[in-house]
């Protein structure tokens, strides 16, 4: 198994691998790895709820001459070559070589990898919270047949080329996140899982869940692995907020605050360290969905909705900022002023905040700020509802 300093990872976010899904399978690239010895090459995906691990290793244990006037070179070599590109690559849009390298994969091994799905995790069976951060998994190794044709090889995962970060086990070790005492810890494995979501960010499972006593629904958010060098995981950023907001509910429960209540927060079964939380479901569309989508295209009915718009989206503004001045008043910030970090809440029509860490790709520079968040309102009226600001 390859322990070399020089290894190289490459994430990428869940949304961005919607082109390799093909009917009813869902490819989801979660990690790449290589060092610059080119010894080798791993990758590890998600493929229909299952987690693949790909070894590929040069033939016959030596690396081959990386001329370009090479008249064959092996599919091994090509692989290693084509994921040490890409873990180069810093923007995922610019790095063609991973798509070459999932196509390659998925194509010589889309049967195994849906049978194996499927003897995993058959249907109707209800997973629990941990199933999802800690999928089954399988692993196998690429190797060329006689037609230089890609074979792939059940293997264990002591021969895999190197231990993925999203599957090793004692990530959380040196991590505590306080808890407010008067509200329930459950373990990952005590959540019953509804429907499991879409998530922002990799490392995010994201799932409405439900505990085994009651049919209530709950929002579920869990982190598989923290960043790599993070001051503050966007875990424990969501958890500041949400623990101080109930606090202030707590002392002032008549007031208003359109943001959904912390219910608990869940817990490593193993170690018993905060793994993530569970809070109220707003139940609606992100904001740019709820404000430019139209119900029906029938003639009359996007009249009204037309004219109902303007008005409708200069509350939801009025009440973003309402929300994040409250924040301030508390001594906190909003950090992440993105319209998919606030829902409409599909009954009341009401906006709320359900998002706070500011994403990695964002500048670090005030970013948890009074003055930041004012600044990323006004950027936000002025891109998708231009009218002054409130």
Known sequence: MNTSAHLSLFRMPLHVMDKLKDGLDNVTLMELHSNTSEDGAGLLFNFNGLNIYVSVFPPDGNSESLSEH???????????QLVGLACTFELIEDCEESWEVMSIITDAGRKAFRSAACAALPWHTLRTAHDLMVPPQISYRLVGDENNCPVLVLVNNEQEYATPRALQPNYWANRLIPAEPDLPQYSSK????????????????????????????????LLRHPEDDPTISPLERDITVLNAVHRVRNMAPAIPIRIPRLLGYVTDPATGHIIGYVRENIRGRSLYNAAHTAPSWHPRQLQRWLAARVARRSKWMRQVRETVRQLHAMGLTWGDALVGSVHIDKETDDAWLVRFYVPTWRSEERVYTVEEDEARLRQLEEAYFNFPAA
């Open 70 to 80: 090479q008249p064959r070179k092996s599919i091994q070599t090509h692989l290693i």
């Open 190 to 221: 005590d959540l019953l899982v509804m429907e499991k979501l879409g998530s922002p960010l990799p490392n995010f499972v994201e799932a409405l869940v439900r505990t085994h006593a009651g049919p209530e629904e709950m929002f579920c958010r």
